[in-house]
């Protein structure tokens, strides 16, 4: 029973080839689904030996679904450019773990890491994501931002994503920014509507929830600024809802 590994790609040139290599250490194929990259990430990964597909971005959700009728196998690892399997999570797809039980996706914990500090804190850690499932009863949602796998038997296991999404706060900034204007769009789209305290509510329970309850408070300078920026993404998120609801 083989393995198809599926990643959706944008410039992503200083990614991929270490995300290609890693995944053929379990994989016995890749695909990769590119929105027209500007970069050389489609050269590398033909270079590489991925199958590469081109589609303009479709969302999130979305753009992963678009590349599941390429993949051969049942089976689909998901993973993003910038991660990659820890050595614990290789053994356990190795091994064939997954087969025990009547299981169609794994959710495993993921360590994000700022350059080469993990952040082990303020809610980073332990992160679920489902990026392992079998495509005949389980699929990506159609959420354009930060989708979720659905499935109908979902199970956690205590192995590893490793990410490495960012080299500095200022990325890390860029980023919720530019998910924040995207999740605002989603709730706009789905009918939400709130008042004008909704944002320095949610961005306020935000601080208060990673700061305090999910110990960043113990974590010096680097607890208060991961704080702030998960309080930000709220407050953006939401400030920018009521913007589209005056404008349109």
Not at 172 to 192: E, F, P, T, V
Not at 216 to 238: P, V
């Amino acid at each position: 029973m083989g393995i198809s590994g599926l990643v959706i790609t944008f410039n992503e040139e200083k990614n991929i080839g270490k995300c290609i290599d890693a995944l053929f250490k379990v994989c016995d194929e890749v695909i990769i689904v590119d929105s027209f990259s500007k970069d050389r990430t489609v050269e590398i990964a033909k270079e590489k030996g991925a199958q590469v597909v081109q589609q303009a971005f479709l969302g999130d959700g979305p753009q992963r679904t678009y590349g599941l009728p390429f993949c051969k196998n049942d089976w689909i690892l998901n993973l993003d450019a910038d991660e990659f399997l820890d050595k614990d999570a290789e053994d356990f797809i190795l091994k064939k773990k997954y087969l025990e039980g009547n299981y169609d996706a794994m959710s495993f914990r993921v360590k994000n890491f700022l350059a080469d500090k993990l952040i082990d804190f303020s809610g980073w850690y332990p992160d679920h994501k489902v990026r392992f499932f079998n495509k005949q009863t389980a699929h990506p949602s159609d959420s354009k931002v930060h989708q979720k796998i659905v499935a109908q038997n979902e199970k956690k296991v205590a192995v590893h994503i490793l990410h490495y999404g960012w080299d500095s706060l200022d990325q890390i900034i860029a980023k919720k920014n530019q998910y924040s204007g995207w999740h605002a769009q989603q709730l706009y789209d789905q009918g939400k509507r709130i008042n004008a305290f909704k944002p320095v509510l949610n961005g306020t329970v935000a601080f208060v929830r990673c700061y305090f309850f999910k110990k960043g408070i113990f974590n010096g300078l680097d607890g208060l600024t991961i704080a702030m920026i998960q309080a930000f993404f709220s407050y953006m998120k939401y400030a920018k809802l009521i913007k589209l609801q005056k404008n349109k």
